[in-house]
């Protein structure tokens, strides 16, 4: 079956970076599209970021310019890099593997989180 595990969450300070890692197996990486979804305390699980199989990226408009997603098909591994972390992105981060139904949607497969807090 399919499995996604996420790990790279952290303590960081305000200003500072993350780069968070998804291990997918049981499942043709190279076909997927990829993405990242987080969900931070009282509040709605939501996208942050996509990479799709011929590697089109999209992005929350409240990271564009400072999170980047990439993926690494010979290691079946999904990245995202957080630049310049600010305390509104303290949430727990999770790989996902979306599917577009006239806008990306979550899968029904899911990791276990990874925690990312960022202190002011």
């Known amino acids: 079956q399919v499995q996604l595990v996420e790990s790279g969450g952290g303590l960081v300070q305000a200003g500072g970076s993350l780069r968070l890692s998804c291990v997918a197996s049981?499942?043709?990486?190279?076909?997927?599209?990829m993405g990242w979804y987080r969900q931070a305390p009282g509040k709605q699980r939501e996208l942050v970021a996509v990479i799709s199989s011929g590697f089109t990226t999209k992005y929350a408009d409240s990271v564009k310019g400072r999170f980047a997603i990439s993926r690494d098909n010979a290691k079946n591994t999904v990245f995202l890099q957080m630049n310049n972390l600010k305390p509104e992105n303290t949430a727990v981060y999770y790989c996902?593997?979306?599917?577009?139904?006239?806008?990306?949607?979550?899968?029904?497969?899911w990791g276990q989180g990874t925690q990312v807090t960022v202190s002011s």
């Open positions: 049981g499942t043709v990486f190279r076909i997927d599209a």
């Open positions: 996902n593997r979306p599917v577009w139904l006239d806008k990306w949607s979550p899968g029904d497969i």
